[in-house]
């Protein structure tokens, strides 16, 4: 995992199943309870998309570390009690 600056823009490097993300501050990841989930990037499976899942572990490590932290939105994309939302900290 690599914490990346490039021009003045925080990123941060994800491994999530198979492939690398590269993450910056517009990008959100999903806990709904189960699984983390990086609900603003697709990938493909087959003829249809979906979103890559995060291993459960490796998310609560970097929360804990403080390189996420909880988030809150006035419209959520997804409407539940208790969903929470994360995006990497500036």
């Known amino acids: 995992m690599k914490y990346l600056i490039r021009k ?11 492939n690398t993300y590269e ?16 609900i ?8 249809s998309e979906s979103s890559p899942t ?3 572990v490796r998310m609560e490590k ?14 959520p994309p997804y409407k539940d009690e208790f969903m929470k939302y994360y995006k990497i900290t500036q």
């Not at 003045?8 to 198979?18: D, N, P, T, V, W």
């Not at 970097?62 to 419209?75: A, D, P, S, T």
């Open 8 to 18: 003045g823009i925080e990123q941060m490097e994800l491994k999530a199943g198979r």
């Open 54 to 56: 995060v291993a459960k």
């Open 23 to 38: 993450l910056n501050k517009n990008d959100v990841v999903l806990y709904n309870g189960a699984a983390y989930i990086l």
């Open 62 to 75: 970097l929360i804990k570390e403080g390189k996420f932290k909880e988030v809150r939105f006035k419209n």
């Open 40 to 47: 603003t990037r697709k990938e493909r499976v087959g003829w």
